[in-house]
T-cell receptor
């Protein structure tokens, strides 16, 4: 079993819908990252968080350290949000990131 | 100005050949990484350098050798290429130390196809 599990694997939504992508991990972590991989292949860092909640525009990321769970929310989704969203954790005591398998989001107009 | 650049973007080669992928960052970061993304889009760390010093070396075949001539460059040389090496290779960088606490900036990726 992967140390980082994401759900759902695939998600299709209509424009304007509220989106939630979940990430659960089974190891102690130093930080959790959310990344976005565009259809063209480029990867962009969206958030890095170790507690609480962060917000950038329509994107919100939350983390619950006790439950070892993080969520990425997209409000008022738009077709340009279509991408693969990847959760990655920095394992405690290690300098490397361990990645989830990604959630492919498709937002239809 | 591109923050993290990689060359080439595409690389098609025959089994058994030796090839290199170059990476450069102009962000002033001290730490650079190589990641491999397989056909199922799963990302895995291969190597990490901090200020030209190797700090992460995952279970990667000896045919893969990273080289960091200075902290702005991290190149990946692959000897005796095999079919299973076909993947997209991403370079990334972040600020120094406690890397997992720092945002990582990714290059555009190099799609390697071994025939």
């Amino acid at each position: 079993k992967n140390e980082v599990e994401q759900s759902p694997q695939n998600l299709t939504a209509q424009e304007g819908e509220f989106i939630t992508i979940n990430c659960s991990y089974s190891v102690g972590i130093s930080a959790l990252h959310w990344l976005q991989q565009h259809p063209g292949g480029g990867i962009v860092s969206l958030f890095m968080l170790s507690s609480g909640k962060k917000k950038h525009g329509r994107l919100i990321a939350t983390i619950n350290i006790q439950e070892k769970h993080s969520s990425l929310h997209i409000t008022a989704s738009h077709p340009r949000d279509s991408a693969v969203y990847i959760c990655a954790v920095g394992k405690g005591g290690s300098e490397k990131l361990v990645f989830g398998k990604g959630t492919k989001l498709t937002v239809n107009p | 100005d591109t923050a993290v650049s990689q060359t080439p973007k595409y690389l098609v080669t025959q089994m058994g050949n030796d090839k290199s992928i170059k990476c450069e960052q102009n962000l002033g970061h001290d730490t650079m990484y190589w990641y491999k993304q397989d056909s199922k889009k799963f990302l895995k760390i291969m190597f990490s350098y901090n200020n030209k010093e190797l700090i992460i070396n995952e279970t990667v075949p000896n045919r893969f050798s990273p080289k960091s001539p200075d902290k702005a460059h991290l190149n990946l040389h692959i000897n005796s290429l095999e079919l299973g090496d076909s993947a997209v290779y991403f370079c990334a960088s972040s600020q120094a130390m406690r890397q997992t606490y720092n945002e990582q900036f990714f290059g555009p990726g190099t799609r390697l196809t071994v025939l």
